[in-house]
């Protein structure tokens, strides 16, 4: 059973209609979700801000792969944030 992100068989928990694997999860801890039960608050744009330049910095050269994900999944939630922020002040 192969997934979208190429892991095979990653267990999937189904919440009403989100599909919850450990990657959304991860992001959700970042972004926050309010249709999970209990919801998950977002963390503050500037700290995922400091998180990734913490990454950036201290990584230079050859990265693990879980510092690769790490800064992508940071990268993502950083966009997302930055959109959300955008969406509320117009």
Excluded: H
Aim: charged fraction near 40%; aromatic fraction near 4%; charge should be positive.
């Amino acid at each position: 059973m192969s997934r979208e992100n190429g892991v095979k068989g990653a267990p999937i928990i189904i919440i009403g209609e989100i599909g919850m694997d450990r990657s959304n999860e991860r992001l959700w801890k970042l972004i926050g979700n309010d249709k999970l039960k209990p919801p998950i608050p977002a963390k503050s744009q500037k700290s995922v801000k400091a998180e990734l330049e913490f990454y950036q910095s201290k990584f230079k050269g050859g990265k693990p792969k879980s510092v690769r994900d790490r800064i992508d999944r940071l990268t993502d939630a950083l966009d997302i944030l930055v959109e959300d922020d955008e969406k509320i002040e117009c």
